[in-house]
């Protein structure tokens, strides 16, 4: 039965209007990122400059043209004038002792050239004073300093940083638009009186856990396509490097996020069971909303000191948890237990919130019209309504 | 014994509100019964209490002398006053989905769908959306979707209200052909002529309490109250009935009201004396009549 309801809201989501702009949105979103990373990662590029050298006595050409890692030299001696940098043909003209630059100078060119230059000079004033190449060696041999950080290894400290940030906003964002795709669906139902013959067939509940169901698998499966889909796409194009952490933080993730859809969608589906008109839907979702911001604020603020207290504690509430479970385990790998445990208690409260939610969805079938307010909910608690 | 649908002093308060006050009915297999009432007097919250949607305070509704489970009651084809389809799915999707929804596996309620969308001219419209069709057309894939399980029991709340002539006359075929095919029906109207032209049983309801029950005309002779009504082949003077009341009098014809126990043949012969007679008659009141009394007298029989 779950799974026939749950099907229908595949196959009636998939074809509506708002999933179409959600999926359109999300692939630019995937493209955005491919871009971004296709731009920062251009650094393993090298770059192409042009120097113009000018007058004589520059033997420096030579040792220029080998370039550096990270830069590829060419050496323009035919036409070396102002004009030709006017023109843009080269990026500096140099004339033995002083660089010529369009606008301003060029920081990465202009140490190059320096460091080049010191090196030649160097070496042969080190052969005026009769050093041997290994008395220059020790002379620059650098000081051995190492470095730590008190959360241990933390070469990956960036990745950490962006996935934590990326991971949260993410959860964030698409548990608050498939919560409020869920309790459209909801209002819908009842604003169009097909609930009563619905329940007629099924129970709350069911109908609830199979438009969860439903929904969380088009979720799931549209998220495991367009990133798939980035994935494979940055693999082929580019020869990037998949952090090592990726393969326990993905599949953490994910199960935090099947979970916490399970929750909040359940919990869209609770408040959005009290109103029976579209119109009321932006009031209905607040209570939703917050506990889920709170999460994310509480993940935002916590960026620099991401062990402090509040996180550590949130990570197990289930109202946080699908945000801050994901953020903690980004800085820092959680132990088994701790994960386990969190994500048992989502699950747990997953089922509570459906039976909340559909003895809601009951009891305020039979206010049609005017609000069911929490105040009415709470004085009623023990009313049976199947 | 025992077969069809059984409700023994069914009572409902919603706050202060008393919905329902002793409700008892019964639905033998094959039958259809009218449930009358004016708005208001419980017919709604009853039907509701079958299908699981309200949960009496106390009495009980059985189906063949069991309770009515989870899987009962998805055997029901249920039409709720507040009709309501999914707006943007298609005609036949809907059908078949609630066919599933019913127990029915996906061929079946497919198969069936289709039998049904011909059955009720829905042929050419089977893949618009159901917001697509005219109000007449919703209600027709409406009567479908209660019926795609092919139930044995249907409870149909105002099955009439908001329909055509056309479409009424449809569902007064289908609802007659469902209970020849031995399924049993309940069915809510205050729209006393439809409820007599389709059948002969009646339950009727005031202030959630059953004011009376039974068929129409064992329902119309339980009545205190005959009318006699006298038309004269020539027109005569004054004329002043024996006994009961002159409710109608032009000079050539007389309704009388006089009570059931009344002399009957006293009554026709003293008409007679005023002259040689045309035409006469002795009824109990019309349903409609019986309907308004039984509901603002509050009197029972």
Known sequence: MIWVIARREVVTRARSKPFMILTGLLFVGVIAVAILANVLG??????????????????????????????????????ASVDALEDGEIDVLFDGSTLTWQDFADPQIDSFIRDTLSAAQFE???????????????????????????????????????????????TFMLLQIWGAFLMMGVIEEKSSKVVEILLSHVRPRTLLAGKVLGLGLLAVGQMLILVGGLVVGLLLVRDIEIPSGVWTTAPLSLATF?????????????????????????????????????????????????????????????????????????????????????????????????????WIYRYSLLRTGARTTYADLWRNRNADVL | MDRGLNIVNLHKRFGDVVALNGVSLTVPQGALIGFLGPNGSGKTTTMRAVMGMVRPDAGSISWNGAD??????????????????????????????????????????????????????LGDRADSLVQELSGGNQQRVQLAVSLVHD?????????????????????????????????????????????SNLTSDAVIVANGSVVASGSIDELRSRSPVRR?????????????????????????????????????????????????????????????????????????S
Request: a negative charge.
């Open chain 1, 258 to 358: 099947v979970l916490g859809f399970a929750f909040y969608s359940s919990m869209f589906a609770a408040v959005g069971s009290t109103v029976s008109r579209q119109e009321d839907a932006n009031s209905a979702q607040i209570p939703a909303m917050l506990p889920l911001i709170a999460g994310y604020m509480i993940a935002a603020f916590s960026i620099e000191n991401p062990d402090n207290p509040a996180v550590v504690i949130g990570s197990f509430v289930p109202f946080s948890a699908p945000v801050l479970l994901p953020f903690r385990n980004a800085f820092a790998d959680l132990a088994l237990w701790e994960v386990a445990l969190s994500l048992a208690i989502l699950s747990l409260s997953s089922v509570v919130m459906i039976r909340l939610a559909g």
């Open chain 1, 42 to 79: 251009g650094d393993d590029d090298k770059r192409e400059i042009s120097i113009g050298l000018a007058g004589t006595g520059v033997d420096a050409g030579e040792l220029l043209a080998a370039g550096s890692p990270t830069l590829d030299v060419e050496i323009v001696r035919q036409g």
């Open chain 2, 151 to 195: 139930p044995e029991l249907l409870i149909l709340d105002e099955p009439f209200a908001g329909l055509d002539p056309v479409a009424a006359e449809t569902m007064r075929e289908i609802i007659s052909e469902r209970t020849q095919k031995g399924a049993s029906v309940l069915f809510s109207s205050h729209q006393l002529d439809l409820v």
């Open chain 2, 228 to 300: 006699l009504r006298i038309r004269w082949k020539e027109p005569v003077a004054a004329w002043t009935p024996l006994a009961g009341s002159l409710s109608e009098f032009d000079g050539r014809s007389a309704t009388v009201e006089m009570a059931a126990d009344a002399d009957a043949a006293a009554g026709i012969a003293h008409a007679l004396r005023a002259g040689p007679i045309d035409d006469l008659s002795m009824e109990p009141p019309e349903l409609s009549e019986l309907f308004s009394d039984l509901v603002n007298g509050g009197g029972g």
């Open chain 1, 124 to 170: 042969r004033r080190a052969g005026e004073l009769d050093l041997a190449p290994a008395d220059i060696q020790r002379l620059f041999e650098p000081v051995d300093i190492a470095q730590e950080t008190l959360a241990g290894d933390d070469s990956q400290f960036g990745v950490r940083f962006v996935a934590a940030g990326a991971s949260g906003l993410a």
């Open chain 2, 68 to 121: 009515i489970t989870e899987a009962v009651r998805r055997r029901i084809g249920y039409m709720p006053q507040e009709r309501g389809l999914y707006a943007r799915m298609r005609a036949r999707e809907q059908i078949v989905y609630f066919g599933q929804l019913a127990g029915l596996d996906r061929s079946e309620a497919g198969r069936r769908a289709g039998q049904w969308l011909e059955r009720l001219d």
